[in-house]
């Protein structure tokens, strides 16, 4: 959290003077929308364009006759005094009294520092103090109204956020960035921007040139595409944190997602293709167009509204696709065909479906349904598919820390394929099936020893027994498991991965292994191996 303190005494005459011209400062920036393009209402406490929530900033006041003490702390010596604290720790301070103009360079220097990029270098055009608004904010969008959503507001929630300033990629290039042009089109917007960031002499960077600049003519008129040269632009490099080259990154406006994809033609244009579904919103669907996607997609988010999710419910919504990208399409709907499929009680509510399988987010209180965070946690826990194919890109997600059940399967051998592929997973729903009823069984024995502690200290007449007893809570996520994964992998595009590893080879016929990754080794041990025929049966056996 970043606060800007003003400590003063009100006996102080350069305090009184300052006064006015503090609340005139406090008030102008404390309502601004930081994006300008945006379509936000700016709610200074729930909106996710206010300029508490972008910079995490704050205004606060200090009375140094009444906390005398909190005034040494920070080495407050004479009055009026500004302090700027990141996390507590002083960052920088200002002594005695400024007219609106240093006070607001003051102010600029550190949102600059707190956000990179993110202020005009032209200065603002301030208000006079104890006025109420300035000629900047004279023409403001009208905020999206909060309540029951009619077909209109849910539009204009959605899209008219994702609207691209002008057409974008007109030349099918991808632009040279320097800071300033970045600031621009980039940071003050909320367009989509897929960005390399590189070096010259990087051999990797040299190498996948050819087919960034392909992937940027083919997406002429249809995605913004860019690159930064990081030996030039050092200082931009290092604001957005690049640590190795190449680094590519989507951007769309304050949000970015790191690109960890091949880096071939088809798998950048694959990639940019879904930034542009990501970008034009979230899918508003019927039933019937829900089952038609099922029969695309292996992983689909589904969310849930009805007349009475706000505005807010939705914006946070609209956070969601860019970080879900490559993984699981994001839709919502408020069909009662889907409603009546899936149960649902409460709106908003939002699931994942795997292959035909719901698991729905836990969260229920509005709170939790505007928690992007906590929600995209979610999502990176469930985004896999119930038998996803394993690549460079996922090994390290899938393998960490699991029982990984592994089909080494060849995509050669067709019917084989197909068979091989409906029993992995066959075997990975009714493992689902038996957790679930083991978390119910186990959530369910939890409680009935709650109640019979209960029960026996009501018996004994013990208050402060029954005191301790109520106050147990069964929180499931306390309880150690360990995750089971169901994965295959092609067989002839990584003979010699298998090969190494497992001494197998898929000529001889599809096999599933199944590997405990804690202990670096397959079961059976490889000294031993007995492989498991592609069965259900086995496997589940």
């Known amino acids: 959290m970043n606060r800007l303190v003003e400590a003063f005494s009100p006996f102080c005459h350069h305090c009184k003077e300052l006064a006015p011209k503090w609340q005139t400062l406090y008030e102008f920036y404390y309502t601004s929308d930081p994006l300008p393009a945006s379509q936000e209402p700016v709610d200074s406490k729930s909106s996710l364009n206010s300029f508490t929530r972008y910079y995490d900033f704050k205004f606060a006041k200090l009375d140094c006759v009444a906390f005398g003490t909190a005034c040494s702390d920070i080495g407050v010596s004479s009055f009026p005094t500004l302090v700027l604290l990141k996390d507590g720790k002083e960052i920088k301070r200002s002594v005695g009294n400024r007219d609106m103009k240093e006070l607001s360079s003051f102010l600029e220097d550190a949102l600059e520092t707190i956000r990179p990029g993110s202020r005009s270098t032209g200065g603002l055009n301030l208000p006079k103090v104890g006025a109420s608004e300035s000629e900047n904010s004279k023409d403001v969008a009208k905020p999206l109204e909060k309540g029951v959503p009619t077909d209109e507001t ?16 007109p030349e099918g290039t991808s632009m040279k960035f320097t800071s300033e042009p970045f600031q621009k089109h980039i940071t003050r917007t909320l367009d989509s921007w897929f960005i390399k960031f590189y070096a010259p002499w990087c051999h990797h960077c040299q190498a996948m040139a050819s087919n960034w600049a392909a992937m940027a003519r083919d997406m002429k008129g249809r995605l ?18 690049v640590h190795s080259y190449p680094t590519m990154v989507l951007f769309k406006g304050t949000e970015r997602v790191l690109y960890e994809g091949l880096r071939g033609v088809g798998d950048l244009i694959d990639y940019a293709e879904k930034a542009i579904d990501a970008s034009n919103g979230v899918q508003n669907v019927t039933a019937f167009q829900f089952e038609e996607l099922e029969k695309k997609e292996e992983v689909l988010f589904l969310y849930f509204y009805d007349q009475a999710t706000t505005s807010e419910d939705l914006q946070a919504l609209e956070r969601l696709p860019l970080g879900s990208i490559g993984h699981g399409k994001v839709v919502k709907t408020n069909d009662p065909a889907l409603i009546k499929r899936y149960k649902i009680t409460t709106w908003p509510r939002l699931l994942v479906s795997r292959d035909g399988k719901p698991t729905v987010f836990d969260g229920l209180s509005p709170a939790d349904m505007r928690d992007v965070p906590r929600l995209t946690r979610w999502m990176q826990s469930v985004w896999q598919p119930l038998v996803p194919e394993l690549t460079a890109a996922n090994a390290r997600d899938l393998m960490n820390r699991k029982f990984v059940v592994l089909g080494i399967l060849s995509r050669e051998r067709s019917d084989e394929f197909a068979i091989a592929k409906r029993e992995i997973k066959n075997a990975a729903i009714e493992w689902m099936d038996k957790q679930a009823q083991a978390f119910q069984l186990e959530r369910q024995e939890l409680r009935d020893a709650k109640q019979l502690r209960i029960e ?39 003979e010699r991965w298998v090969r190494t590893t497992f001494g197998i080879s898929v000529k001889d016929g599809e096999k599933v292994i199944i590997m405990d990754e804690d202990a670096s080794c397959p079961w059976p041990a490889i000294g031993n191996l007995k492989l498991i025929e592609v069965a259900e049966s086995a496997i589940l056996g």
């Open 456 to 494: 026996e200290a009501e018996d004994r007449n013990d208050q402060r027994a029954l005191r301790n007893a109520k106050l147990i809570r069964i929180n499931m996520d306390d309880i150690e498991r360990k995750d089971v994964a169901f994965a295959w992998v092609d067989g002839v595009f990584w």
């Open 224 to 241: 913004n595409v860019g690159e930064v040269d990081c030996t030039v632009e050092t200082k931009l490099c290092k604001d957005v944190h």
């Open 154 to 169: 849910l539009e204009r929630a959605t899209k008219d956020r994702t609207k691209p300033s002008q057409a974008p990629n």
